[in-house]
């Protein structure tokens, strides 16, 4: 037995609870992990409140990714002992995930920690920060510098953005934080924003195209924020898209695409390969400064999690949220 949540389906409705759970509900895998962290993201708060169906398998743990020490592996990789990272995998979804004590997976989907970051530090970036990481990247790749002008970053005071913003930053891009919380512009030009603006002038049904302003954009809103930032991006430019907090449409048209050739990178975190996944934790270990995880990053007992996923899909929460599955 071990303690974690545990989402039900039935005549009693959709239902997730603090309770012992019995190792029998972990499905198959090679690698036994005891779990130090997780942490909660806007898909574990649609899966702890039930307000969207991404939980597809019943009963399951949630927790979309986790930090740990490997208890047991048959997975020539792994061996007791070693530290590790999940994210994404479909685990909290249709896998046992991270809001447990234990969680029992494919040793092919586990990272090894860096060096440079405790299992607590791992999961206050989170499957967040990753997202973000291959957000610059894809920027990086399209061949977008420095000197080429500002990123924008929407969602700023979310665990993406957040993460996005101190990365860019001390790369020396110029960024400007889309907020719907302006009241929080200091703590994101702590973070290394240039400037702030508020959600309200992107979130509107705007023009098809617009003035050129960025030379790059990390959007995870979606909806109108993605079509504007879109239509207000540079020629030849490029928006990294990697969320829908706003929205799952995309109320655009071709002009910024045709007119001025603007590609869209769509950023897939759950299923990327592991080459890429070991090059954003490399880059995170690189070029994330770990003094500013502090400044956006709370902690909660696993007694708190569901209480707490309800004001993250309010947008009342800044920045990372980690969660000690140990302690309620």
Not at 170 to 198: C, Q
Not at 263 to 291: C, H, Q
Not at 294 to 312: V, Y
């Amino acid at each position: 037995m071990f303690r974690g949540i545990l989402i039900t389906k039935g005549e009693a409705g959709y239902k997730a609870e603090l309770q012992d759970i019995d190792d029998k509900v972990l499905p198959d895998g090679d690698v036994t992990v005891r779990v130090e962290w997780s942490t909660l993201n806007y898909k574990d708060g649609l899966a702890l409140t039930g307000k969207s169906p991404v939980v597809r398998r019943f009963p399951m743990v949630p927790g979309i990714d986790f930090a740990g020490t490997v208890l047991a592996s048959t997975h020539l990789k792994w061996k007791a002992g070693d530290k590790v990272i999940l994210n994404g995998w479909g685990v909290g979804e249709t896998h046992c995930g991270g809001l447990a004590e234990m969680a029992r997976v494919k040793g092919e989907w586990l990272v090894p920690l860096p060096a440079a970051f405790t299992t607590r530090q791992a999961m206050a970036i989170g499957t967040a920060g990753y997202t973000a990481m291959l957000c610059v990247m894809a920027l990086e790749k399209h061949g977008i510098k420095p000197e080429d002008g500002e990123v924008l970053v929407t969602g700023a005071n979310g665990g993406v953005g957040s993460v996005a913003i101190a990365v860019l930053s001390k790369l020396g891009y110029t960024v400007v934080a889309s907020t719907g919380r302006i009241s929080e512009a200091s703590h994101l030009e702590s973070l290394g924003a240039a400037r702030v603006m508020d959600r309200s002038e992107l979130s509107s049904p705007g023009r098809a195209i617009g003035k050129e302003q960025w030379a790059g954009v990390i959007d995870s809103v979606g909806s109108h924020t993605l079509a504007n930032a879109c239509a207000t991006t540079q020629y030849r430019g490029a928006v990294a898209a990697c969320g829908l907090a706003g929205g799952m449409d995309f109320p655009a048209t071709v002009a910024p695409f045709i007119l001025r050739g603007v590609t869209l990178y769509g950023i897939d975190s759950v299923m990327a390969p592991l080459s890429l996944r070991l090059d954003a934790w490399r880059r995170l270990a690189a070029d994330l400064d770990v003094a500013k995880l502090d400044g956006f990053t709370q902690e909660i007992g696993i007694s708190q999690a569901i209480a707490m996923s309800e004001r993250l899909l309010q947008g009342e929460v800044r920045g990372r949220v980690v969660v000690d599955v140990n302690r309620n």
